[in-house]
């Protein structure tokens, strides 16, 4: 009888693991920080109850900083270079996972946009250097408020 409800016990903890996300625990507090500007935002969003997959990793090539791969048959999934991660302040990590998820959650594609000087007026700038990023602590609200409203 204690064996049954071990048992039992041990597979719905299972069966609640496949439900949610499976994210890494490196990227989880700026995939929390995207939810949390979300819902500031009246965007009832939670990264972690979708089914998407994220890791850093360490195959991508030299020059890509971060993928969402999206695929009919599998849950879309963000991979981040391990390498990159490592030296990146905290600020560019948020920029690069929202990023990310700007294409795996919110379905947006690159825009190049750029003000009269020159700079990106959008997180989802293509990084091809067609405009100028200048992400810091005082403008990224704007950023985010685009993010989220396009
Ligand atoms: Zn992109």
Redesign the pocket.
Known sequence: MLMLMLAVGFLNACSKDESGANISSDLQPYFERFSTEAVSRGKNINVLDSDLIASLSIDLPPTVI???QHNSAKPNEIKISLKDWQKFSDLQKEYVVF??L??CILLR??TNEKNANGFCTSI?E??GGVCRMNYTTSNRAVFIDELFNN
Do not use: A, D, L
Request: charged share 10%; aromatic share 0%.
């Open positions: 971060g993928q969402c990023h990310e700007g294409h594609s690159h989802m293509s990084g």
